[in-house]
């Protein structure tokens, strides 16, 4: 009988603002730890939420083995690593205090509009070990918030957002991140003419295509990219991957199974050519698979697929991918694929980008395109969204349809 225990544990500090005030703030200290035992084909699976008996927990997974769920014992052998990315963001003492000078230098610098929402402040730390004397440990840290910001001069609840996750704190840089959107907000701006690039969050369109890159989907012939792998399907310059070492975006090296890819790495998509498919160590073992590195266990739960890390590689600069006039979508929702590959996204909120900078605020409208097109024959690009100073987002380039302009 083999095992594998995974242990994670995190503190966070979550500070609620609320009409332009702070208003509170909730500690939240977690220790979960999840024991899985495998044998004769089958799995059994126990957690625990807080400090407790490891060896009744183990006792509780094997218990669970005559739930007779089947999955494959392929641990990770000898396997050692540690990566400590914990940085000193905001000492905790000083975090409400910080928050609330935020606050309120956004509403002296911002006075037409009002700020709610949460700021989150966390470090986690999780460790993975198994029978097969593998032990991989990670520790990290991040802030990050969505603050929700409403127009007083609107009567909708919200009008938009501004969204970070970091493991650095800047002020200055997030107020003026947030005056880019709001000194023009109330510019009214004409649609560009002509056909111009779109710049918009690659993962707005990019989610769309993930989900048929899934394996199980993919061998059943339901994925709209069945019979595909091996084939170019997108533009050369094109490179889809899950990327767990990324700097921007800090998250343990190794899957809730383990898992550790060759340079923290798996490409789906590389130079425009159908690489990968994304697995968990059931769908590899089921359909001869490569794993992709992306096993995800709510919990107690069997592990599954996903996408963590999941990004398009930047290909230039957003200055050199753009000379001139752009559209620049910052708020869409309610968009959907259809079964051929054409996606279309309504448009909240967008505005006019010349040279570098937003100038003025759209009309709303929407876009539609070729999940095919946009990452091939209308790709332009992949950049750091050099809009803001604060974000590490990437933004897509690209070609779209147009429509519904108001």
Not at 17 to 29: F, H, P, Q
Request: glycine share 10%; hydrophobic share 35%; charged share 25%.
């Amino acid at each position: 009988m083999e095992q594998e225990k995974i242990i994670n544990k995190s503190t966070s500090y979550s500070v609620n603002i609320s009409g332009g005030k702070v208003d509170s703030l909730r500690i939240t200290e977690d220790v979960k730890t999840v024991i899985r035992v495998y044998a004769d084909g089958k799995i059994g699976i126990a957690g625990r939420i807080g400090e407790g008996d490891d060896n009744a927990l183990s006792e509780e997974a094997k218990a669970k083995l005559a739930q007779n769920i089947a999955y494959p014992c392929n641990l990770t052998e000898n396997g050692r690593r540690e990566v400590n990315k914990v940085k000193n963001i905001i000492p905790p003492k000083d975090y409400v205090k910080t928050i609330k000078k935020l606050i309120a230098r956004l509403n002296k610098c911002y006075p037409d509009f009002v700020f709610s929402n949460k700021i989150n402040m966390g470090e986690e730390e999780i460790i993975y070990e198994n029978s097969k004397n593998t032990r991989y440990s990670y520790k990290g840290n991040e802030i990050g918030g969505a603050l929700v910001i409403k127009d007083k001069a609107s009567a909708n609840i919200m009008d938009l957002s501004y969204g970070f996750v970091k493991s650095s704190y800047d002020e200055d840089k997030i107020v003026g991140d947030i005056g880019k959107l709001l000194n023009v907000y109330h510019t009214k701006a004409d649609m560009p003419e002509g056909d111009v690039p779109v710049i918009i969050n690659g993962m707005e369109v990019l989610q769309y295509g993930a989900q048929h890159m899934v394996a199980e989907l993919y061998v059943s012939g339901s994925s709209l990219l069945s019979g595909k792998l091996g084939e170019k399907i997108f533009n050369e310059k094109v490179n889809i991957l899950t990327d767990r070492g990324d700097e921007d975006k800090p998250m343990p090296f190794f899957d809730a199974e383990g898992v550790v890819n060759e340079g923290d790495k798996f490409y789906f998509v590389k130079d425009g050519v159908f690489t990968g498919l994304a697995t968990y160590k059931r769908s590899s073992a089921n359909f001869n698979l490569p794993l992709s590195g992306g096993g995800y266990a709510p919990f107690d739960e069997v592990p599954q697929a996903s996408f963590a890390g999941f990004k398009t590689e930047r290909t230039d600069s957003l200055k050199n991918l753009v000379k001139g006039k752009a559209i620049y979508v910052f708020v869409t929702s309610g968009g959907d694929m259809t079964p051929d590959g054409t996606v279309g996204l309504p448009v909240q909120l967008a505005y006019l980008y010349d040279n570098g900078k937003l100038v003025g605020r759209l009309p709303e409208f929407g876009v539609n395109g070729n999940i095919f097109d946009i990452f091939g024959k209308d790709f332009i690009g992949v950049a750091r969204d050099d809009v803001f100073d604060y974000s590490d987002d990437s933004v897509l380039v690209a070609k779209f349809n147009v429509n519904n302009v108001k």
